[in-house]
C-alpha cells in the first residue's frame, strides 16, 4: 500500500496520508520523550511493539462495541486508521495513585482509588498539557457536553475491558491516556470514536506479583530495560512468541 504525503510528525508518531480519503497511514517512530520532550532517547524496537500492542488492544475493543479509529496493521511500525479530528483534550483513567495525582493530592503511590477517576487536560504542550474541569471544556469550547459525555461513559467501558484483559495475564491497569476525535459521516452526523494509541507508552503497568513497572515509566524514571518490558506485555497477551520457547504466535520481528 502506497502512503500519501506526510502530514506531520509528533513525538512518537509520524502521520502520513492515507490510500482512501479520510483514512490515515500511522507510523510508529522509536523516539521516546518525556517531561515535555525535555528527555529524549530512541529507543530501537519501541516502535515496532508500540504498533503491534495498540492493535491487539484497539481489537480487542473493538469485539467489544467501542467505536475507534484503527481500521489495520500494515506493516511492523504502521496502522491505517480512519482520521478524525482529534479533541483537543488527553483523557486520563486512574484506578491506582501514581504519577502526577500522587504529587499533586499527596497520595502514596501504590494506593488504590476510591473509584477509577476520569480526568481531563488540555492537549498543549507549551502549556505541559493542563489539568481542565468540564466547566474549562464547555466555556471554551473544546468539546461539548454530549462528547465530554461520551468521552467518560467510553473511558470507563475502556478501563472496564483492558483492567480485566490485563489483570488476566497477572499485570495491574494502575492509569492510562486516551485520545478521542470526531468522526464525520456523510449524512453529517458527528460521532466521537477513540483514536491515537494504546499502549505502555500511555498506559501505567505494574506487575501484580513483583510491582515490576512495564510501562514508560522505566524511561521516565532511568530505570532502564524499556524495551524488555514492551516485550514480556506483548509476551503475556499472546502477541509475539517469548524467549523461553512460551507460546505459538508470530516473532517479532524488525519492520
Ligand atoms: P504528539 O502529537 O503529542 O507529539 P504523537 O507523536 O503520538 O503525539 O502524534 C500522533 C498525533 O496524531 C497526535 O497529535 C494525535 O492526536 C494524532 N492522531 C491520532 N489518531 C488520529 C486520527 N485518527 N486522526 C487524526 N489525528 C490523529
Ligand atoms: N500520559 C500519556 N501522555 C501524556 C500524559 C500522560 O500517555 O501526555 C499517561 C501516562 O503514561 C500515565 C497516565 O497518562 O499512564 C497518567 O499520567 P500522569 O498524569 O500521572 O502524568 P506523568 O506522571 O506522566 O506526569
Given at each position: 500500500m502506497v502512503k500519501g504525503r506526510k502530514l506531520y510528525e509528533g513525538k512518537a508518531k509520524v502521520l502520513y496520508e492515507g490510500p482512501e480519503p479520510g483514512t490515515l497511514v500511522v507510523h510508529f517512530k522509536d523516539d521516546a520523550t518525556a517531561f515535555n520532550g525535555q528527555k529524549f532517547e530512541v529507543i530501537e524496537g519501541k516502535g515496532v511493539l508500540n504498533n503491534r500492542i495498540s492493535e491487539f488492544i484497539f481489537q480487542r475493543l473493538m469485539d467489544m462495541g467501542i467505536p475507534t479509529h484503527f481500521i489495520k496493521r500494515l506493516n511492523m511500525r504502521e496502522q491505517l486508521v480512519k482520521k478524525v479530528e482529534i479533541i483537543p483534550l488527553e483523557v486520563i483513567v486512574r484506578n491506582i495513585a501514581a504519577g502526577s495525582i500522587a504529587k499533586r493530592l499527596g497520595l502514596k503511590e501504590g494506593e488504590p482509588l476510591p473509584r477509577a477517576i476520569v480526568e481531563f487536560c488540555l492537549k498543549n504542550d507549551e502549556l505541559g498539557d493542563p489539568l481542565v474541569t468540564e466547566e474549562h471544556i464547555n466555556a471554551f469550547g473544546w468539546a461539548n457536553p454530549q462528547e465530554v459525555d461520551d468521552m467518560i461513559h467510553l473511558s470507563l467501558r475502556v478501563n472496564d475491558i483492558l483492567s480485566g484483559l490485563f489483570a488476566a495475564i497477572?499485570?495491574?491497569?494502575v492509569d492510562f491516556k486516551l485520545e478521542f476525535g470526531r468522526e464525520y459521516s456523510p449524512d453529517g452526523m458527528v460521532r466521537t470514536i477513540l483514536a491515537d494509541e494504546i499502549s505502555p507508552d500511555s498506559c501505567r503497568l505494574w506487575d501484580?506479583?513483583?510491582?515490576?513497572k512495564l510501562d514508560k515509566d522505566r524511561f521516565r524514571r532511568d530505570l532502564g530495560g524499556l524495551v524488555d518490558a514492551y516485550t514480556e506485555v506483548a509476551r503475556r497477551l499472546g502477541i509475539i512468541s517469548g524467549?523461553?520457547?512460551?507460546?505459538?504466535?508470530p516473532k517479532l520481528v524488525k519492520g
Open positions: 497477572g499485570i495491574r491497569l501484580m506479583k513483583t510491582g515490576e524467549n523461553n520457547g512460551g507460546g505459538s504466535g
